[in-house]
């Protein structure tokens, strides 16, 4: 039940959301420009510290479960000369 009230509040917000845009479309720029050097700095600093530290960021893989899509932390199985 509150995974359905959950859809329908990001629904309607997304949809006057998408109006505010149409409305103001300088605003919208401002907003993604704003979020777009905010992600920049965060990666930035995640970068410089994992440089300084000398432990890179690592990448965690996720699979569907039940997924027959091999496991990122299990190494692959030597393959067999032809």
């Known amino acids: 039940m509150w995974a359905r009230l959950l859809a329908i509040v990001v ?9 505010f845009v149409l409305l103001f479309p300088g605003v919208a720029i401002l907003t993604l420009v704003f979020l777009l050097g905010f ?3 965060f ?3 995640d970068r ?6 000398g432990h890179p960021h690592t990448v965690v893989v996720m699979t569907p479960v039940g ?3 091999p496991d990122a932390s299990t190494p692959a199985a030597p393959r067999s000369p032809p």
């Open 11 to 19: 629904g309607v917000f997304s949809i006057g959301a998408a109006f």
């Open 39 to 41: 992600a920049l700095l």
């Open 43 to 45: 990666i930035g600093f």
């Open 48 to 53: 410089l510290a994992a440089g300084i530290s």
């Open 67 to 69: 997924s027959n899509a």
